[in-house]
């Protein structure tokens, strides 16, 4: 007597049920490729969070420069050297090295923004490229001291001799501001584009300007006349304090403005470099 050869159970779902089901529970390895691609996509920090992070460091090593330079008033200034590489009233040491690299950077950041800008994009290349040639210029100053040394030629500061050459010159203080004006009226276009696209950032920048200029010229000037000569040396040295950090928080303030646009920008440009890749990898193989 043969025995009945056992069969396999049968399902009571039809197979296209089966495969669906399959399907559902074991989603494509691609699927989870692409989600995962997008949540790697999604943490990454965004334009304004790496700006943010620049801003966040320069100033830490704007309130460490000034730590220092108290710490060196404290103590006495026992190591002259020590002394030199921290004194914020003096030059060719950490601080002015510091300032001008914080202004090279922003002088690259608009040179970026003037090299991705299209022609017929508003503010204009050159807009962009003399604002970054002006930059890169009053980043040299800091290191070779160009106006410092025009001033030991001329042997005034410019709150001396400025007003009388104003008095005495005033055909040419015409022609300068006939200068200045005819600049403004060319510049106009791209100062007015600029302020429409870009108002956070250019306020901003106008907040920067605003400081350096607090601390560069009002507190300069307050300070050379006021208490550089007869005064407490403590008085003195709170002043160069504040007019050196107000100098270097400004200069942050406009590179945070400046490198956000700049960030933004390679961020927009990052898709299209993305997908051209394969095809500059096919032109490449098949050659």
């Known amino acids: 007597m043969k025995r009945a050869t056992q069969q396999p159970p049968q399902s009571i779902f039809p197979s296209s049920v089966q495969t669906t089901a399959s399907v559902v529970n074991h989603p494509p390895m691609q699927q989870s490729q692409a989600g995962s691609q997008q949540t790697t996509t999604t943490l990454k920090p965004s334009a304004e969070q790496q700006a943010r992070q620049i801003f966040l460091i320069m100033l830490a090593v704007e309130l460490l420069l000034v730590a220092l330079y108290w710490l060196d008033i404290v103590l006495g200034a026992p190591v002259a050297v020590l002394h030199a590489l921290v004194d914020l009233d003096g030059e060719g040491n950490l601080p002015t090295w510091f300032s001008s ?145 107000f100098e270097m928080l400004g200069a942050s303030l406009i590179l945070y403005s400046v490198s956000r646009l700049a960030l933004t920008k390679a961020a927009e440009r990052a898709p299209v470099n993305q997908r051209l890749q394969p095809l500059l990898l096919k032109r490449n193989l098949t050659r």
């Open 101 to 245: 690299f914080q202004l090279a950077l922003i002088a690259l950041a608009l040179g970026f923004l003037a090299f991705q800008q299209r022609k017929s994009e508003r503010p204009s290349k050159i807009f962009l490229a003399l604002l970054a040639s002006v930059f890169l210029l009053w980043s040299a100053d800091e290191t070779a001291q160009m106006h410092e040394r025009l001033t030991a030629f001329i042997g005034q500061r410019y709150v001396d001799w400025l007003p009388a050459f104003f008095a005495q010159h005033q055909s040419l203080v015409a022609l300068f501001i006939v200068a200045a004006l005819v600049l403004a009226r060319w510049l106009w276009a791209d100062v007015l584009a600029f302020w429409q696209t870009h108002k956070r950032a250019s306020l901003l920048a106008i907040a920067g300007f605003g400081v350096v200029v607090l601390g560069g010229a009002i507190l300069e000037t307050i300070g050379y006349k006021f208490f550089l000569n007869g005064t407490t040396p403590l008085l003195y040295q709170t002043e160069v304090c504040f007019e050196e950090f």
